[in-house]
């Protein structure tokens, strides 16, 4: 079982930067594929990006590509999401979410296993 609380979300202005963070319970952490998912209000669920479990190579939406980067510390048991450039678009609820170990890294989120609660990302024009 893994556990994932994130972390880092706010309030912030368009063209401003937020970091959120996932921290995971399980010894495990390292052999999962990560991923970060959001939604808005009134949309379906989407994925923003994901890191490997051995790369770590990253992937990420076209819609994010070039402003938001994913990172993991395997020592801390912890995946990042440095978002920089931020646009009202980017608004949503955001998740993190781990794939079964040793599987590769999937787009669609009926592929991860595991999920945290959620942290709101606002960005204000």
């Known amino acids: 079982q893994v556990q994932l609380v994130e972390s880092g979300g706010g309030l912030v202005q368009a063209g401003g930067s937020l970091r959120l963070s996932c921290g995971a319970s399980?010894?495990?952490?390292?052999?999962?594929?990560m991923g970060w998912f959001r939604q808005a209000p009134g949309k379906e669920r989407e994925f923003v990006g994901a890191?490997?479990?051995?790369?770590?190579?990253?992937y990420y939406a076209d819609s994010v590509k070039g402003r938001f980067t994913i990172s993991r510390d395997n020592s801390q048991k912890t995946v990042y999401l440095q978002m920089n450039s931020l646009k009202p678009e980017d608004t949503a609820v955001y998740y993190c979410a781990a794939e079964k170990i040793f599987s590769s890294v999937s787009y669609s989120s009926n592929d991860y296993d595991y999920w945290g609660q959620g942290t709101q990302v606002t960005v204000s024009s």
């Open positions: 890191i490997d479990w051995n790369g770590p190579s990253t």
């Open positions: 399980a010894r495990s952490f390292s052999m999962h594929a």
